[in-house]
């Protein structure tokens, strides 16, 4: 009997440590998808309200779900400090601070870094190429998160769960 338990509890921890790495690839088009949406609104923020970038990106921490708003947010309370750094500055330590939440990539995370080199640096024209250049690299690594997601999520579903049962047939 206990052996029994000891079976079906190995089988439903390997189980859930699979759906755990699964959930992981699912989450991550969604919210590369939410960051294209959150630098639109930036865009139209800056471009078309000709709002100030720490409001502008409150507005938008306002109007994004976690954890894109906590990136918007955080660099709005760097920028918002006056240590007197840069807009760039303080997206960096947003991202550093907003990463370990997120499910984003290392290459994900190089766009948004890339991006930050020249938020706040420029008028609002090129300010708008800079935002469509990362929406574009964005929507690319959103289609290829897609396809990972699709093809490796149903895999680690089903792995945790085989792979319990091979360690109990192994075990026991």
């Not at 959150?38 to 100030?52: H, K």
């Not at 990106?57 to 955080?74: E, I, Q």
Request: hydrophobic share 45%; with cysteine; net charge positive.
């Amino acid at each position: 009997m206990v052996k029994l338990i000891g079976a079906c509890l190995t089988v439903i921890a390997c189980g859930s440590l699979g759906y755990t790495w699964a959930r992981i690839y699912e989450r991550r088009p969604q919210q590369l998808a939410a960051l294209e949406i959150a630098l639109q609104i930036l865009e139209t923020e800056i471009i078309y309200g000709a709002t100030p970038l720490p409001e502008a990106l409150s507005h938008v921490a306002a109007k994004c779900d976690w954890p894109m708003a906590g990136l918007f947010r955080y660099t709005a309370e760097e920028l918002g400090k006056m240590k007197g750094i840069t807009a760039g500055e303080a997206w960096e330590r947003a991202i550093d601070r907003f990463s370990p939440d997120s499910a984003l990539n290392n290459q994900d995370l190089l766009i948004l870094r890339r991006f930050g080199v020249s938020l706040g640096a420029s008028d609002r024209e090129d300010q708008a190429k800079h935002l469509q250049l990362a929406k574009t690299q964005l929507k690319q690594a959103s289609i290829q998160a897609e396809s990972l997601s699709r093809k490796n999520s149903s895999v680690y579903k089903h792995l945790g769960f085989l792979g319990g049962l091979m360690l109990v047939l192994i075990l026991y």
